[in-house]
C-alpha cells in the first residue's frame, strides 16, 4: 500500500481535489489527511502555535504508513485563515520551508487550492 501526507484545511470543499489530485500526482492509493481550520496560519509560525498534534499526525503518517511525503495545503476563501490569497501563498511558502526543514528527508510540496478548486502547486 502507498500513502501520501496531506495537511489540509478542514474545509470540506478542499477535501476531495487534494485527495485527487495527490492519488494522481504522486502515483498513491491513500492520502492521510491531517486536518485543521487554516493549518497553514500554524505551521508558518510554528514558535507562536501550539502545532504538537500535525507534527504527531505526521510522524504517525510516515512511521507507521510510510508516506512517500507531505503536501501543506491553503486555500482561497479560508475561515480558519481570512487573509487575501497572495498573503495565504505567502505563509504556504513558509509553511513548507519549515517542514522541509524539520523533515530533511521527505518530499514536502506546497499546494494551493484556487477559487475553482483545482489544485496548484506552489
Request: aromatic share 8%.
Amino acid at each position: 500500500m502507498s500513502f501520501y501526507t496531506a495537511i489540509n484545511c478542514m474545509d470540506g470543499r478542499a477535501q476531495e481535489p487534494i485527495i485527487n489530485f495527490i492519488k494522481e500526482e504522486y502515483n498513491v492509493l491513500f492520502v492521510d489527511m491531517i486536518t485543521k481550520a487554516g493549518p497553514v496560519k500554524m505551521l508558518s509560525d510554528p514558535s507562536r502555535n501550539n502545532i504538537e498534534t500535525i507534527i504527531s499526525c505526521i510522524e504517525i503518517s510516515l512511521e507507521k504508513h510510510k508516506s512517500r511525503g507531505i503536501a501543506i495545503v491553503a486555500h482561497h476563501d479560508c475561515a480558519g485563515n481570512p487573509i487575501s490569497d497572495e498573503k495565504q501563498k505567502k505563509s504556504l511558502k513558509q509553511a513548507v520551508t519549515f517542514l522541509v526543514n524539520k523533515y530533511v528527508n521527505v518530499s514536502v510540496c506546497g499546494l494551493w487550492v484556487n477559487k475553482n478548486w483545482k489544485v496548484e502547486k506552489i
